[in-house]
């Protein structure tokens, strides 16, 4: 989502685990001083236009056990059943380090993709239906991309943003509400908050720490957050190639808009969103263009897990603890011992 759409609609989640204010601290705690050193990648965000706001009901379809649920167990290597897949030509691992910054929109340093090569970069993950087609579209043909998960999304859709792990692609975050971390209305503690109680999220939805990528929301770089993310050792993502999926009327519109910049620019990192209908439609015949179109795929994904901060970790936790309805049976809580 690279609209505002996400925090008037989360307001309706009031029935989520989650309540959508006031539980987190706000200023009382002074963050590191930022250091300056991504903040120097950066060049100005395009303006993007705003795109419509979903009217989907926000509804939660899984829940995050108490318990987080145990990582799992890498999987054997799969083979593929599909001869014409797509698949992936390379795999790279990322030392994130003093959060280096990745996509050419906003950031010159790091070319490493050569000639027809793609990222593939999903935001705003997890959502029903549309999370699951791309998944299915990208098992299909075998390849592995980048999510880039909402942490408001991650508690209301844990056991999809799950799926996305198990398959194998590399699970980022993207702040906890997808504010703008641009905007003048955020100060420096709202902005770390948005950041890390997203990662903190993203990682008791998984059960499993996520990869240290970040992405902005609008790719709207903020340059303090930039410098903070350095210091948190958490790579950036803008992109090479934006699909404007959110504003496309349909999936052939998403496609003819990816394939006619990458004819032109001939690589790079594409930006979609598995939370957008046209885009899941679009899944199964854009990849088969790319793969008709002698496009190789190349998978990112993190040397090392992300850190979260512990006391990010235990405020959300402690959050989900919240007094909650009971939904068992009564025969399960009441029962006749003797009569
Ligand atoms: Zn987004």
Redesign the pocket.
């Known amino acids: ?2 609209n505002a759409f996400g925090l008037m609609l989360m307001s309706l989640a009031a029935a989520t685990l989650i309540a959508t204010g006031g539980w987190f601290w706000n200023s009382h705690r002074s963050s590191a001083a930022p250091q300056t050193f991504a903040a120097a990648q950066a060049t100005p965000a395009p303006v993007h236009a705003k795109p419509l706001a979903s009217r989907d009901p926000i509804e939660t379809t899984g829940s995050i056990p108490e318990k987080a649920p145990a990582a799992p167990a890498p999987q054997p290597k799969q083979t593929c059943a599909n001869p014409d897949a797509l698949g992936v030509s390379r795999v790279v691992e990322i030392d994130t380090t003093g959060g280096p910054g990745f996509g050419f929109e906003h950031f010159k340093q790091i070319d490493f993709l050569g000639d027809k090569e793609v990222v593939l970069s999903f ?2 993950s997890p959502w029903p239906v549309n999370t699951p087609a791309v998944l299915k579209a990208l098992a299909d043909q075998c390849t592995k991309a980048m999510f ?1 998960s ?1 942490g408001k999304h991650a508690t209301f859709h844990p056991e999809i943003l799950r799926q996305v792990a198990a398959a194998g692609h590399t699970v980022g975050t ?1 702040t906890w509400s ?1 504010a703008n971390l641009n905007s003048k209305k955020l100060n420096e503690q709202t902005v770390k908050d948005e950041i890390e109680k997203g990662n903190s999220a993203v990682k008791l939805a998984l059960g499993t720490a996520p990869a240290p990528f970040f ?1 902005f ?2 790719l709207q770089h903020n340059p303090a957050a930039m410098a903070y993310l350095g210091t948190r050792n958490i790579a950036m993502f803008s992109c090479d190639l934006d699909s404007f999926d959110f504003r496309a009327k349909s999936p052939e519109q998403v496609i003819n808009t990816v394939m006619t910049k990458l004819e032109k620019q001939g690589k790079g990192i594409i930006l979609m ?1 598995d ?1 957008q209908k046209h885009t899941a439609e679009a899944m199964p015949e854009l990849l088969r263009r790319l793969k008709a179109g002698g496009y190789k795929v190349v998978f990112m994904k993190p040397k090392a897990p992300m850190q979260t901060l512990p006391e990010y970790d235990e405020a959300l936790i402690k959050d989900m603890k919240m007094p909650v309805a009971s939904a068992r049976p009564v025969s399960s809580v009441v029962q006749t011992v003797s009569q």
């Open positions: 989502m690279r935001d705003d880039f909402i993207h997808h992405r929301p609008e969103h939370f």
